[in-house]
């Protein structure tokens, strides 16, 4: 008897550590400024990771805007314990310590992901833009880098003069799959339709180890402008999403799925957790609308009345 009940033991231990799942990626949402509503944003952010079922969030808020300087003595996040940073942050200079943080962390191999206006902080911290590639606006022009988007099928970078960072009225958009054999991009239809968003339009930066995963045709410049990038960073690896102006614009199944997979991406090198492709995945033609209790908040402008 006691010769089968030891390795009866001994299987239902290995049967029960099969069957513990995998252990959630820590992620840390930083907010606290930006010129869009964050507190209305960083709930449906966490949102986003949170129901993917495989990241852990916890959120870290900066001082306000004009806070004291011993106030911001108070905050230095400690990156390292985190998976994965996404920022939902645009504002005032972080304090040295903070800045130089973030920089070990990442190149250290951390994993940093920018939403929407989290391209257009910073300005001057150099580091900073050679981790997000491009941003827009905060002064940016060619003296910041080139202007990057997508020129006969490639990369293109384009020295021409000119203020980084445009956008025009808000609308839907597709978007145009440039690597469809990314980690985050595979599966997915080569064209999905977004909600409501900002097209953001001649980004300009470093552009230095990025790649081009996908781009929207712009009203504005008539070139396909990035959307969806991924650059390197050290050891680091960072995810850049242009899309997510506002609620509405974030409650988009392809905005879900790509900043999931994007923060998998940046934490662990691939998307395993995140790889299945929702069926309710928006299509070339139809948007595809998440349901989150409370929200959106936010009222969509209305589309310009022909004159
Ligand atoms: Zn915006």
């Given at each position: 008897?006691?010769?089968?009940v030891l390795?009866?033991?001994?299987?239902?231990?290995?049967?029960?550590?099969?069957l513990t799942?995998?252990?959630?990626?820590k992620?840390l949402?930083v907010d606290?400024?930006n010129?869009?509503?964050?507190?209305n944003t960083?709930?449906?952010?966490?949102?986003?990771l949170e129901?993917?079922?495989?990241f852990?969030?916890e959120?870290?808020t900066?001082?306000?805007k004009g806070a004291p300087?011993?106030?911001?003595?108070?905050w230095?996040?400690?990156?390292?314990d985190?998976?994965?940073v996404v920022s939902?942050?645009?504002?005032?200079?972080?304090p040295?310590?903070?800045r130089?943080?973030l920089?070990?962390?990442?190149s250290n191999?951390?994993g940093?992901?920018?939403?929407?206006?989290a391209?257009?902080s910073?300005s001057?911290?150099?580091?900073?833009?050679?981790?997000i590639?491009?941003?827009?606006w905060?002064?940016?022009?060619?003296?910041?880098g080139p202007w990057?988007?997508?020129k006969?099928?490639?990369l293109?970078r384009d020295?021409?003069?000119?203020?980084?960072?445009a956008h025009?009225?808000?609308h839907e958009f597709?978007?145009?799959?440039?690597?469809s054999?990314h980690?985050?991009?595979r599966?997915?239809p080569?064209?999905?339709?977004h909600?409501?968003?900002?097209l953001?339009?001649?980004?300009r930066?470093?552009?230095?180890?990025?790649?081009i995963?996908?781009?929207?045709?712009s009203?504005l410049?008539a070139?396909?402008?990035p959307?969806?990038m991924?650059?390197n960073?050290?050891?680091?690896?960072v995810?850049?999403?242009?899309?997510?102006h506002?609620?509405?614009s974030?409650?988009d199944?392809?905005f879900?799925?790509t900043?999931q997979?994007?923060?998998?991406w940046?934490?662990?090198g691939?998307c395993?957790?995140?790889?299945?492709?929702?069926?309710?995945?928006p299509?070339?033609e139809k948007t595809?609308?998440?349901t989150l209790?409370g929200y959106?908040k936010?009222v969509?402008?209305?589309?310009k009345?022909a004159?």
């Amino acid at each position: 008897m006691r010769s089968l009940v030891l390795p009866l033991i001994a299987l239902t231990s290995v049967v029960a550590f099969a069957l513990t799942p995998p252990a959630k990626l820590k992620v840390l949402i930083v907010d606290g400024q930006n010129n869009h509503q964050w507190a209305n944003t960083t709930p449906v952010l966490r949102n986003v990771l949170e129901s993917a079922g495989c990241f852990t969030v916890e959120v870290s808020t900066s001082p306000a805007k004009g806070a004291p300087a011993e106030a911001w003595k108070d905050w230095n996040p400690n990156f390292s314990d985190y998976a994965a940073v996404v920022s939902n942050y645009n504002g005032e200079s972080w304090p040295e310590n903070v800045r130089k943080n973030l920089e070990q962390y990442v190149s250290n191999g951390g994993g940093f992901v920018s939403v929407h206006a989290a391209n257009n902080s910073f300005s001057d911290w150099d580091e900073y833009n050679k981790m997000i590639a491009v941003g827009g606006w905060g002064g940016r022009n060619e003296k910041s880098g080139p202007w990057l988007y997508v020129k006969n099928g490639k990369l293109y970078r384009d020295p021409v003069a000119g203020n980084g960072g445009a956008h025009g009225p808000q609308h839907e958009f597709v978007v145009e799959m440039q690597n469809s054999d990314h980690p985050i991009t595979r599966g997915l239809p080569k064209q999905w339709l977004h909600c409501k968003d900002e097209l953001y339009s001649r980004l300009r930066g470093p552009a230095e180890n990025v790649e081009i995963l996908s781009a929207s045709k712009s009203d504005l410049t008539a070139e396909l402008e990035p959307n969806l990038m991924v650059i390197n960073y050290g050891k680091g690896r960072v995810f850049h999403t242009t899309l997510g102006h506002a609620d509405y614009s974030m409650l988009d199944r392809g905005f879900y799925e790509t900043l999931q997979r994007g923060t998998e991406w940046v934490a662990t090198g691939d998307c395993i957790a995140t790889a299945e492709v929702p069926a309710d995945f928006p299509t070339a033609e139809k948007t595809s609308v998440v349901t989150l209790e409370g929200y959106p908040k936010q009222v969509p402008p209305a589309p310009k009345k022909a004159k």
